[in-house]
């Protein structure tokens, strides 16, 4: 079978939605979405996920193909000639999916080394021609990176030790290489290791498990305050090639524990920690072990006995498993929270909890499983949001600590230039229980609204847009017999719609998925974009149809006619809300519903409608005309106001 996702990457195209934004608004791993990207198979429980995300169809967003068909991927068209495309065509060879392996293959082969683990960039050329020695010789890498251990603990005098030989025991099955046992390895590198087996793995293996090793800095920064001056242990329980167990101020060795399943970077971090202490004699506490199946019929092992006071790591990222369902409280099957989860379990009381998180942990959706055992169970303490991103991973990330200094009341949150108290109360205000990250002065005016909040959504009538289920053979851009205009999200601006520029034979027996006739022939309703970091709500009464790219809304709140709501939904002070409560990139009708909306007169009503109408005949002053009177309502003061416009246009320009 062939695989392609083209069709996905049009709907993305056509919801000016990048491949990044779906990949955290839906929750999969960088790692997956490269497989789509390459035309793999991926599972059709991460299909379902995107459709739902997307509301739309699986025939919108892949396309299965017998292999004796011809599709040329565009993974292959990137790595062969424009002839090689047209013979294959020609010919409609059979062979493509082993040409696609083969072309993928090629490109996992690509690699770089990944700049913030670097320490020192004189060492870059080294690197590269470790790689290119290890390719030009065909070593494996096992044989490789034992053997470069060897020379730095030759370098360090301690190999002959015998604490040393008992560690290294278990790799006497290890071919070794003799030059590479006798190369002068760089001396200032945090981790050089490390750094050359990450530039090793970085198209291969490394994106199946998920995993980025951490620079000096961060883990130097999550370990710093721990305090070993009693005897307390500490535990990396994905710990690669040591990063963190280097990090920790901890005089003996004995104290840290480290566990990893890559048999590589464990061998990689026993190495580093007898260098680090090499004038101690003691066998590392490091262990190649699945740490989220703990003690099992698999294997058993004396460490998942411990209780630690100190655990920190950065664990994988985003690689789905189904195999640790027996951590009933994780429904999203996300490996970083099962990490965490697991992790807490082995915690003492009293101890501390720090992980490293992409930042989509915030506010995902998804994400609300460990948040809310971060918040019921671990005890909250702090966040810290970093501006940097790893390697080849398009996402920021976070750290979260929890454990012993945390207060039943707020939280803290670091950046590199504030520390600001958050009460945590202002986390269970939204259904989603999302890390809002709010100030005092978010808080006042979010406080303000509610106050004066009386209705909402709840109770109007909400509906998706048409999905066809093959927009490229039932849409067209010309209007022929029969046909009528369909909308999509991009002709969605606040207030009103532009051109049209698809048209539909509209039969909907013939439809994929279509909502009520009486709500898309509705005399007056609301659209508005669903894939958007902002509220853009449109008026239509016109009766037309709206792709599955466009949501409608016909909202019933007393008090308030259809284009005052559009008017609150459009305002700037509703942006504000939604991007402090909520921080979505797309528009969801549980957000929408939480958002309160004040009882209002009829002169109010009536202003505002005229005003809308003044909007809709061409006039875009009156937007601003309509912002301060939403602002009067609420009675917020010039300093607030001027606020939550600096917000907004420090967020949207």
Same mark, same amino acid.
């Given at each position: 079978m062939i695989y392609n996702y083209n069709k996905l990457w049009q709907l993305l195209i056509n919801n000016g939605m990048t491949k990044t934004q779906m990949r955290q608004s839906v929750g999969i791993s960088a790692n997956l979405l490269a497989k789509m990207g390459r035309n793999e198979p991926v599972s059709l429980n991460s299909l379902a996920k995107i459709c739902t995300t997307l509301n739309c169809g699986l025939n919108d967003i892949i396309e299965i193909i017998e292999d004796n068909q011809t599709i040329i991927p565009e993974t292959i068209r990137d790595s062969v000639s424009d002839a090689t495309v047209r013979n294959w065509e020609k010919l409609k060879t059979t062979l493509i999916g082993r040409l696609t392996t083969r072309a993928n293959k090629r490109k996992s082969q690509k690699r770089f080394i990944p700049l913030e683990y670097n320490c020192n960039k004189d060492n870059i050329p080294f690197v590269q021609g470790i790689l290119e020695y290890i390719d030009a010789n065909n070593l494996d890498i096992m044989s490789s990176m034992y053997s470069l251990g060897i020379s730095l603990l030759n370098n360090a005098k301690i190999y002959n030790k015998?604490?040393?030989?008992?560690?290294?025991?278990?790799?006497?099955?290890?071919?070794?290489?003799?030059?590479?046992?006798?190369?002068?390895?760089?001396?200032?590198?945090?981790?050089?290791?490390?750094?050359?087996?990450?530039?090793?793995?970085?198209?291969?293996?490394k994106n199946i498990i998920g995993s980025y090793y951490t620079p000096q800095r961060i883990t130097h920064n999550l370990t710093s305050r721990f305090d070993f001056s009693n005897g307390e242990l500490f535990l990396d329980p994905c710990c690669g090639s040591g990063a963190f167990l280097l990090s920790v101020?901890?005089?003996?060795?004995?104290?840290?524990?480290?566990?990893?399943?890559?048999?590589?970077?464990?061998?990689? @971090?026993?190495?580093?920690?007898?260098?680090?202490?090499?004038d101690i004699e003691?066998?590392?506490?490091?262990?190649?072990?699945?740490?989220?199946?703990?003690?099992?019929?698999?294997?058993?092992?004396?460490?998942f006995e411990k209780r630690f006071d100190y655990i920190a790591t950065n664990p994988p990222w985003g690689a789905m498993r189904d195999n640790y369902k027996y951590i009933e409280t994780i429904t999203s099957k996300e490996t970083f929270s099962y990490f965490f989860v697991r992790a807490y379990a082995q915690l003492k009381k009293g101890g501390i909890i720090r992980f490293l998180f992409p930042q989509a942990i915030l506010n995902v959706k998804i994400h609300k499983d460990i948040r809310k055992f971060i918040l019921n169970t671990a005890k909250l303490a702090s966040i810290t949001i970093y501006d940097d991103m790893f390697s080849s991973?398009?996402?920021?990330?976070?750290?979260?600590?929890?454990? @012993?200094?945390?207060?039943?009341?707020?939280?803290?949150?670091?950046?590199?230039?504030?520390?600001?108290?958050?009460?945590i109360k202002t986390v269970y205000e939204t259904e989603n229980l999302i890390f809002n990250l709010l100030s005092y002065e978010d808080i006042s005016i979010i406080q303000c609204v509610k106050n004066k909040g009386k209705f909402s959504l709840t109770n109007s009538t909400w509906a998706l847009g048409i999905v066809t289920g093959d927009?490229?053979?039932?849409?067209?851009?010309?209007?022929?017999?029969?046909?009528?205009?369909?909308?999509?999200?991009?002709?969605?601006?606040?207030?009103?719609?532009?051109?049209?520029?698809?048209?539909?034979?509209?039969?909907?027996?013939?439809?994929?998925?279509?909502?009520?006739?009486?709500?898309?022939?509705?005399?007056?309703?609301?659209?508005?974009?669903?894939? @958007?970091?902002?509220?853009?709500?449109?008026?239509?009464?016109?009766?037309?149809?709206?792709?599955?790219?466009?949501?409608?809304l016909i909202p019933a709140i007393p008090s308030m006619g259809i284009k005052t709501v559009m008017a609150f939904l459009n305002s700037t002070l509703y942006q504000f809300l939604y991007?402090?409560?909520?921080?979505e990139v797309k528009i969801l009708k549980g957000n929408l519903n939480e958002l309160p909306f004040p009882e209002i007169t009829q002169e109010e009503n009536d202003n505002l409608t005229l005003l809308v109408d003044e909007v809709l005949s061409g006039n875009r002053f009156k937007r601003e005309v309509i912002d301060n009177y939403i602002f009067s309502i609420y009675g917020l003061s010039g300093k607030q106001i001027t606020y939550i416009r600096s917000v907004i246009n420090g967020k949207f320009n």
């Open positions: 015998q604490h040393v030989k008992s560690t290294l025991k278990e790799y006497e099955y290890v071919d070794v290489v003799d030059e590479l046992t006798r190369l002068k390895i760089p001396d200032d590198e945090f981790d050089i290791l490390g750094l050359i087996y990450q530039s090793y793995l970085q198209e291969g293996q101020k901890v005089k003996n060795p004995n104290q840290i524990y480290g566990i990893d399943n890559d048999k590589i970077a464990v061998l990689i @971090s026993k190495i580093n920690i007898l260098l680090k202490y090499k003691f066998i590392p506490h490091i262990y190649c072990l699945d740490f989220l199946m703990g003690n099992s019929i698999t294997q058993r092992h004396p460490v991973v398009t996402t920021k990330y976070v750290d979260i600590e929890c454990g @012993s200094n945390a207060n039943n009341e707020i939280f803290y949150m670091y950046t590199n230039t504030e520390k600001r108290a958050i009460a927009n490229k053979g039932k849409l067209s851009s010309k209007c022929f017999c029969g046909m009528e205009k369909i909308y999509t999200g991009k002709e969605i601006q606040p207030y009103f719609l532009s051109p049209a520029k698809n048209y539909i034979l509209y039969d909907r027996a013939n439809l994929q998925q279509v909502a009520k006739e009486e709500i898309y022939r509705a005399p007056e309703k609301l659209v508005y974009k669903f894939i @958007s970091n902002k509220l853009v709500f449109a008026y239509d009464d016109s009766a037309s149809l709206f792709l599955n790219s466009a949501n409608i991007i402090k409560l909520f921080g």
